[in-house]
């Protein structure tokens, strides 16, 4: 990796979260766990110089992956060359139109993403993933391990955050290994962790506002150290004695902290609200 990143003049963004995998054995474990099989189309975010994208490429159909940084483009032409089933978008992956993308290249197949994850928008990119309802299977995601207990927190629980209540609602999630910082060039300061979501064929509760829903989950957790009663009366900008009322008309104290609350209990004090 070194030699062909040199023969390149290639340089590492740190902006661009360019941690790349070199432990040989996490990449076909990763491929493997995220659904890679005969049938399925893959979709990676952030090829770098093509690791995973080649463990991916041995075992399913297609792969299409998502790359920002064109500096990368030869090298994966190089480091791809042996595979015909591999395509590189050359974009952010926030901009990209994903459902277009998935009816263009997988019509009619089952569809998994797969990617180790640049680490500067691993929220904003699993939001980006889950919003949209894409028809997808499952999100294998290698990110920081603080990263990964809490997508893989079950809300409830006390490493529960406001992202874990997302991806609860949306899927199941598990966390699946850790890899140490050697495990990348340039090596990282933390150790990370692989978490796989299974998309859920409907959210896990059912609420009349899904809008209003998350915003009242944001705000809950948007002041750490407050009672969810606190956070929510000054993140929606609502009288905390209405908000207390209405989370004690759904049941609980009104001291309750916003990582005891699952999400039917979130859907419990939405309703009250109203
Ligand atoms: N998959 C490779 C590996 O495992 O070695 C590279 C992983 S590296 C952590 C993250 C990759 O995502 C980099 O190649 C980086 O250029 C790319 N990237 C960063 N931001 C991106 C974005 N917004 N859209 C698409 N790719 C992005």
Do not use: W
Not at 49 to 61: P, Y
Not at 227 to 232: F, S
């Amino acid at each position: 990796i070194r030699d062909i990143l040199a023969r390149y003049g290639f340089t590492f963004s740190k902006a661009l979260g360019q941690n790349f995998l070199i432990n040989p054995s996490v990449c076909p474990r990763m491929a493997e766990l995220g659904g890679a099989a005969p049938g399925v189309g893959m979709i990676e975010i952030g090829a770098g110089i093509g690791v995973l994208t080649a463990e991916l490429a041995r075992r399913c159909d297609k792969v299409v992956c998502i790359e920002i940084d064109s500096r990368l483009l030869p090298i994966l032409d190089e480091t791809l060359a042996g595979f015909d089933n591999v395509s590189i978008v050359n974009d952010d992956v926030l901009k990209v139109d994903l459902h277009q993308l998935i009816a263009r290249e997988f019509p009619g197949q089952e569809v998994a993403v797969c990617a180790n994850l640049p680490y500067y928008i691993t929220s904003p990119i699993i939001m980006h993933l889950l919003e949209q309802r894409l028809p997808i299977r499952s999100i294998t995601v290698m990110v920081q391990k603080e990263a990964a207990d809490r997508l893989a927190a079950a809300p409830g629980t006390r490493a529960s955050s406001a992202i874990s209540c997302a991806v609860s609602y949306y899927a199941t999630s598990k966390l699946m290994f850790t890899a140490a910082p050697g495990s990348f060039y340039p090596a990282p300061k933390v150790t990370s962790a692989v978490v796989r979501m299974d998309i859920r064929p409907t959210p896990a509760v059912q609420v009349e506002d899904e809008d209003g829903y998350f915003a009242l989950i944001r705000a809950a957790f948007g002041q750490r150290r407050k009672t969810a009663a606190n956070a929510i009366a000054s993140g929606l900008g609502l009288p905390k004695d209405k908000v207390i009322a209405a989370i004690e008309a759904a049941g609980f104290d009104a001291r309750i902290r916003p990582e005891a609350l699952t999400l039917e209990d979130f859907a419990a004090v939405q309703r009250e609200l109203k």
